[in-house]
């Protein structure tokens, strides 16, 4: 028996770490790394012993023989990466296993250095690693701050609530929360409660991990109508961000139509004809699994600018698109070189999962009968949106036929999610390259800023999942930890009690490690109600409210 890894790989290589035999690829030394959608065991040298399924920390890997009836493809996605080449490991007697050497910390600071008080700005994927690093690696006292009270970032607030798994390296981020070098400031805002000059005075170093939170627009007539939204703003609202309208999303079309060809986009039109009793079990926003409950969707329709082959989803993703139960998915057949492409496409490509679905045209208005559908239309670009009253009514899309001059269509739909990319926005007293959307750097140090570092996608851009952050952490850690070596932080002028002063001067409502323990809690005992893993506090005021109270209760016990 072998392991597969399956859809939810978070491409973060602690598996890689842990394997005995070295079957897993590609490795963070190797090329492929950060270029392949995910990793993978190679069949003919996995021994078998568990290691990689007990590290991984996002729960994707499982014996082959006991994957689903949905999973069963990832058995042969695993061992299709390493058709036509050479075992990976030696043939011997007895397994290959690593030749481990004399322990070598890189990362480490001198054992003469003093620790370094670093202030890591964003609680996300990227920040967490960085702050890991740190703290794993080094004596560093480390500040965490979130403009937001309540740490997480994409993890809570952009995984999409039927991927529990996923969120499980959120436990993992989790237990830093309360380590004892680090400190806690949840609810401020750079530039609002506290500059980056102030922040630089009371420490070494400040690593910011801000991400992209605004998207792309379309730039085409009627974009501004009522019900055209952005799927950053659809994925805050059914994961209760605080910034987010609870009732903001209308849902009383039949048919959505979706702007994009990413995993986002596959996201946004999967829970949009998910079953919404299967989600009651996840830990969707209160208001989004109402609003599902009396959705009249019934067709999403995903549209896709370039051909299947080029698509920007993951191959797993598209695969469990296909099993979403009561959901048939279909492949628009407007333009015949979206038919030829899969027809031409590898068992490997990404156009190849498409094989076998049934290839259907898209009818202006959404289809009769009580069927849920997603459809997939390639080379369709929107070229207006059409109001019906004070809201969109119709898409006009154009419509190909293979020589990309077929004129256009209209599709009837109610609401248009864009999930045509994110983009960063500018950090107060940071440079900013409003091409790129992010931070002028240099391995991750800031151009023209001493002692101020980039993280995770204000750094780099919106691309990678959740693992890429964590070679991109490392890279950004080793260059401030090169920077404390050669002398060239600033030294700060405050110390970690005159930053909390400053801190709650600025924000009465901060709330810290025991406060965000307490919300924790409280989401967790609402869940336990109703029989959810967790009902999030979906208000900055409850959330706040919550961190008191909880606060409180502990100092009177």
Not at 119 to 124: D, I, N, S
Not at 312 to 336: I, N, Q, W
Not at 480 to 489: I, S
Request: aromatic share 4%; proline share 6%.
């Amino acid at each position: 028996m072998t392991y597969a890894i399956t859809q939810t790989c978070c491409n973060d290589a602690t598996c890689v770490a842990v394997c005995p035999v070295n079957c897993i690829h590609p490795t963070p030394e190797e090329r492929a790394f950060g270029s392949t959608e995910m990793l993978h065991i190679d069949p003919r040298a996995c021994i078998d012993c568990g290691a990689c399924a007990d590290a991984c920390p996002v729960d994707a890997i499982f014996p082959v023989d006991s994957l689903s009836a949905g999973q069963r493809e990832y058995a042969d996605i695993n061992a299709a990466y390493y058709e036509g080449a050479e075992p990976l490991v030696a043939e011997v007697d007895g397994p290959n296993f690593h030749a481990w050497g004399e322990p070598v910390f890189e990362r480490s600071l001198p054992s003469d250095f003093g620790p370094l008080r670093v202030a890591v700005v964003g609680t996300g994927p990227a920040g967490m690693y960085a702050a890991q690093d740190l703290l794993l690696h080094t004596a560093a006292e480390v500040t965490l701050i979130d403009r937001l009270p309540v740490a997480g970032g994409l993890v809570r607030y952009g995984v999409a609530p039927d991927h529990p798994a996923t969120k499980k390296v959120g436990d993992t981020f989790s237990r830093f929360h309360s380590h004892p070098r680090v400190r806690m400031h949840l609810g401020i805002e750079v530039g609002r409660d506290v500059t980056a000059e102030e922040l630089s005075a009371h420490h070494d170093a400040v690593i910011y991990a801000v991400g992209a939170s605004t998207d792309r627009r379309l730039g085409v007539p009627g974009e501004e109508l009522p019900g055209c939204l952005s799927a950053t703003a659809f994925v805050a609202w059914y994961n209760a961000h605080p910034e987010a309208v609870a009732q903001g999303v209308d849902l009383s079309a039949e048919r959505v139509v979706v702007v994009g060809n990413g995993n986002v986009a596959l996201d946004v039109a999967r829970i949009l004809v998910a079953d919404p009793e299967a989600l009651a079990a996840t830990d969707i926003a209160a208001h989004a699994l109402d609003a599902l409950r009396a959705s009249r969707v019934r067709e999403v329709v995903v549209l896709g600018r370039r051909g299947p082959e080029d698509a920007a989803y993951t191959r797993s993703e598209l695969l469990a698109l296909k099993h979403v139960p009561g959901v048939e998915l279909v492949v628009d057949d407007h333009d015949p070189r979206t038919a030829a492409a899969i027809d031409a496409a590898g068992a490997g490509d990404r156009a190849g999962v498409l094989k076998g679905l049934a290839r259907v045209p898209t009818a202006a208005e959404s289809p009769a009968g009580g069927e849920r559908r997603i459809v997939l239309r390639f080379h369709s670009e929107v070229v207006e949106i059409r109001g019906e009253g004070d809201a969109v009514g119709s898409v006009r899309v154009t419509d190909g036929g293979g020589d990309g001059d077929g004129g256009t269509a209209d599709l009837g739909a109610g609401l248009l999610l864009r999930a045509i990319g994110y983009r960063g926005l500018p950090v107060p007293g940071l440079p900013f390259d409003e091409t790129s959307g992010t931070v002028p750097h240099e391995g991750g140090r800031v151009a023209g800023v001493p002692g101020s570092y980039v993280v995770g996608w204000i750094k780099r851009g919106p691309s990678g999942g959740i693992g890429a952050n964590r070679t991109c952490a490392a890279e950004t850690v080793g260059t401030l930890l090169a920077d404390a070596v050669a002398g060239e932080l600033p030294a700060p002028a405050g110390d970690a009690k005159a930053f909390r002063r400053l801190a709650r001067q600025r924000n009465r409502r901060i709330v810290d490690a025991r406060g965000l323990a307490a919300i924790d809690r409280a989401e967790r005992d609402r869940g336990r109600r109703d029989g959810r893993p967790r009902v999030k506090l979906a208000t900055v005021e409850e959330l706040v409210a919550t961190a008191r109270a909880g606060r409180l209760l502990r100092l009177t016990r």
